[in-house]
């Protein structure tokens, strides 16, 4: 009889452990990438904690984590050296005392002599220490086994922190040994991922939340909002016996407001959308780009096989190179300045001529600290797009310092550019 | 009276809040840049610790963080979405009834308005809910403000989770917030940060170790390293009273091992060191890149200032664009390919002229998935470099794949440009 109830998920605790990860010198990635294999599979993380090499602290977190996970994972701690406590404290705690597994020693004597020392060093024997009733799981990338280990009707594995051999012990004996343990378990939530861009976190929420209440509450539905530089990205979950069928009606209701600010590519990357359009019609793109200095070239580049639409651009970064590349008139830089709408229509078509392409971006501005006028403040940008649907030109403000302002200009030129090529917005001149 | 020991460092609790770090969608990087942050300056992290934005598990974690933590910072949860529960949480916890700032309010409208929206998003008004007592931190880079809230011989900040506004907050107000706080807690270690980049980690430990160790230990020193795409990070550390000396002294015998990888620039920026080295000499900058597709002009286009030595760039990704622009002779790019020492050569000489620039960099190379051969697989590079002091074409071969090879290519052609430019690598036809 499994204690657990098969009808809900099974709460997961994980415990990374590691000094250099408490004081920032590592970034925990196991955590995350567990996380994002089991939730999958049934078992839902309650919580993620970090703590120390030192022994009370981590005995504590243990106790805790027990107290709290159907199913408890650590990281770390199960190496050679001195700080390496993670073995004894589950042993202590259990009070399950550590026996020397032979299988482990020979496992250890052969990996180290294959490696050409003359056996296995004396500090790491200690690996071949198992709490009294444990089971091995083991490592095929490294010498310390994980450790699988049943208590009352709390199930708790331990496994090493090398990113690599911890994700082998999870994938090759973890997830089997988990199937044998909760047999039973619930399915874990559907989901989408839904990217956007062009609208900020408090407009789209005020917009959909009045949407997704529409017709009444929906069990077992969620949703979260995940604010970036490059737009709001939305997960819309459900869990529970209906679930497809409320993440579909989720999705339903949601669409009328989205619409408009979904990005079309599986990967929320914009640049893959413009790519795609072009493609489609055998258009070529060419940009111009001053104030974002060669980024939207980056993202598009960033895409492989881009070079199928995407032929090149200037980052004309000085005014003479916009006239002597982009052949912008003089008198336009003089009588307009550089951030205006002529300049930027000039410097499109210009690219456009020079590269012979279908599809001109350009971009100018103020991308600060310096350089800002009452006229022309920072974080104002004119664009200018031409393509065979027509031209256009336009001015935005984006608030922050240069970099955000940078980035923020890349995904709005990429965002309109999308828009205007998948005639969801029309170009006009 | 402070309730703190001033003799040893304040102990801090991290809590990072929302759904999509527990699910692993996404990996906080608040709370190690934080422990980072605030460890020199005589903090200690206890634990750091995730969850979701449940309301039952975020109380139980936060009376849990009053419990353990002289101090406790959290992160995420601010915003004015109906899953950001920080704000309430923390004033039903404390009994501190929230209460609106009108100074907020009056913010909020300013930002919105210079997003050009005619007000503040209903929803938005959230954000201007303070509990009582609590004092705000300005948010230079968003709307949320951070909370500081004194309770007992308790300690607590609120920040919203973007990084961006996290570290604004942390830097320009919160900082200063602790060291009124804290006025007299015990001194943290002293440290320095050296960037390096064209070393692998595992070399750079095979030279530093023995290094480190000539002349016996050190009392109080420590060194990690931060391996990244850019290069590897050291950090050097000392405690106790003559931890001056001791950092001073591991510098000295670091110094003749980390000297021909050491980026010189405070920032650790190779783009701010390249610029820096030109303008002092008044020369200007012309880039043409194919394979890294703008990446290089928007590294130097990210520097204020950038302007003075860098006239732009072009993105030649087509091999017409090759021709045209940069006059790469069509015999050179049948011969040889794109990807080859003379057609780099020609491509800098054709930038250099067109744009009228005395240092010009091109760069082409096979970035992946697609596209490479036996001769010339993916992750092969070509440069050429060329300034008053001479020319230089090379090739280099990059592992990983396509972001990878690509981002590399970028720091390499800043570290082989501020190399030559400083005169520490001579450069020769």
Same mark, same amino acid.
């Given at each position: 009889v499994?204690p657990?109830?098969?009808?809900?998920p099974?709460?997961?605790?994980?415990?990374?452990?590691?000094?250099e990860?408490l004081?920032?010198e590592?970034?925990d990635?196991?955590?995350?990438?567990?996380?994002?294999?089991?939730?999958p599979?049934?078992?839902?993380?309650?919580?993620m904690?970090?703590?120390?090499?030192?022994?009370?602290?981590?005995?504590?977190a243990?106790?805790?984590?027990l107290?709290?996970g159907?199913?408890?994972?650590t990281?770390?701690?199960?190496?050679?050296?001195?700080?390496?406590r993670?073995?004894?404290?589950?042993?202590?705690l259990?009070?399950r005392?550590?026996?020397?597994?032979?299988?482990?020693?020979?496992?250890?004597?052969?990996?180290?002599?294959?490696?050409?020392l003359?056996?296995?060093?004396?500090?790491?024997?200690?690996?071949?220490?198992?709490?009294?009733?444990?089971?091995?799981?083991?490592?095929?990338?490294?010498?310390?086994p994980?450790?699988a280990?049943?208590?009352?009707?709390?199930?708790?594995?331990?496994?090493p922190?090398?990113?690599?051999?911890f994700?082998?012990?999870?994938?090759?004996?973890?997830?089997?040994?988990?199937d044998?343990?909760?047999?039973?378990?619930?399915?874990?939530?559907v989901s989408?991922?839904v990217?956007?861009?062009?609208i900020?976190?408090?407009?789209?929420?005020?917009?959909?939340?009045?949407?997704l209440?529409?017709?009444?509450?929906?069990?077992?539905?969620?949703? &979260?909002y995940?604010p970036?530089?490059?737009?709001v990205?939305? $997960?819309?979950? #459900? !869990?529970? @016996?209906?679930?497809? %069928?409320? =993440?579909?009606?989720?999705?339903?209701?949601?669409?009328p407001v989205?619409?408009?600010?979904?990005?079309?590519?599986?990967?929320?990357?914009?640049?893959?959308?413009?790519?795609?359009?072009?493609?489609?019609?055998?258009?070529?793109?060419?940009? &111009?780009?001053?104030?974002?200095?060669?980024?939207?070239a980056? $993202?598009?580049? #960033? !895409?492989? @096989?881009s070079?199928? %639409?995407f =032929?090149?651009?200037?980052?004309?970064?000085?005014?003479?190179?916009?006239?002597?590349?982009?052949?912008?008139?003089a008198t336009?830089?003089?009588?307009?300045?550089?951030?205006?709408g002529?300049?930027?229509?000039?410097?499109?078509?210009g690219? &456009?001529?020079?590269?012979?392409?279908?599809v001109?971006?350009s971009?100018?501005?103020?991308?600060?600290?310096?350089?800002?006028?009452?006229?022309k403040?920072?974080?104002?940008?004119?664009?200018?797009?031409?393509s065979?649907?027509g031209?256009?030109?336009?001015?935005q403000?984006?608030?922050g310092?240069?970099?955000?302002?940078?980035?923020?200009a890349?995904?709005?030129?990429?965002?309109?550019?999308a828009?205007?090529?998948?005639g969801?917005?029309?170009?006009?001149?």
């Amino acid at each position: 009889v499994t204690p657990f109830d098969p009808n809900v998920p099974v709460p997961l605790f994980i415990l990374t452990i590691g000094d250099e990860l408490l004081s920032g010198e590592r970034v925990d990635l196991n955590g995350p990438w567990l996380a994002r294999t089991l939730e999958p599979l049934g078992f839902v993380v309650r919580e993620m904690l970090t703590v120390g090499d030192e022994e009370g602290p981590l005995m504590d977190a243990l106790s805790r984590a027990l107290l709290l996970g159907g199913l408890v994972v650590t990281s770390g701690g199960l190496g050679p050296t001195s700080d390496d406590r993670t073995r004894d404290v589950v042993a202590r705690l259990l009070g399950r005392p550590l026996q020397v597994d032979p299988d482990i020693v020979a496992q250890l004597e052969q990996r180290y002599r294959a490696r050409g020392l003359p056996g296995t060093p004396e500090p790491a024997l200690k690996m071949a220490g198992v709490p009294l009733g444990a089971e091995t799981l083991p490592n095929p990338r490294g010498v310390a086994p994980g450790l699988a280990i049943a208590e009352g009707n709390r199930r708790c594995v331990l496994l090493p922190g090398v990113p690599v051999e911890f994700k082998a012990i999870v994938e090759s004996a973890m997830i089997p040994r988990l199937d044998a343990w909760f047999p039973h378990r619930a399915p874990g939530p559907v989901s989408a991922l839904v990217h956007t861009t062009g609208i900020a976190e408090s407009v789209l929420s005020g917009q959909l939340e009045p949407a997704l209440a529409e017709g009444g509450g929906l069990a077992g539905a969620s949703w &979260a909002y995940r604010p970036s530089l490059r737009g709001v990205e939305l $997960r819309f979950s #459900a !869990v529970g @016996g209906e679930a497809p %069928a409320v =993440l579909q009606e989720l999705l339903r209701r949601a669409e009328p407001v989205l619409a408009p600010y979904r990005i079309e590519a599986g990967s929320g990357d914009l640049a893959e959308w413009v790519l795609r359009l072009c493609g489609d019609r055998n258009w070529r793109i060419a940009l &111009a780009e001053s104030c974002t200095g060669g980024m939207v070239a980056a $993202r598009l580049t #960033a !895409v492989p @096989g881009s070079s199928r %639409a995407f =032929l090149g651009g200037v980052v004309a970064y000085d005014n003479r190179v916009k006239q002597d590349l982009l052949e912008v008139p003089a008198t336009l830089l003089n009588q307009h300045g550089a951030v205006s709408g002529p300049v930027v229509e000039a410097m499109a078509q210009g690219v &456009a001529r020079r590269f012979g392409a279908e599809v001109a971006l350009s971009v100018s501005g103020v991308a600060g600290p310096g350089g800002g006028t009452e006229a022309k403040p920072v974080g104002e940008v004119w664009f200018a797009l031409s393509s065979p649907l027509g031209g256009v030109s336009w001015r935005q403000r984006f608030p922050g310092e240069r970099d955000e302002v940078r980035e923020r200009a890349t995904q709005h030129a990429l965002h309109r550019m999308a828009q205007a090529l998948a005639g969801s917005s029309p170009i006009s001149g």
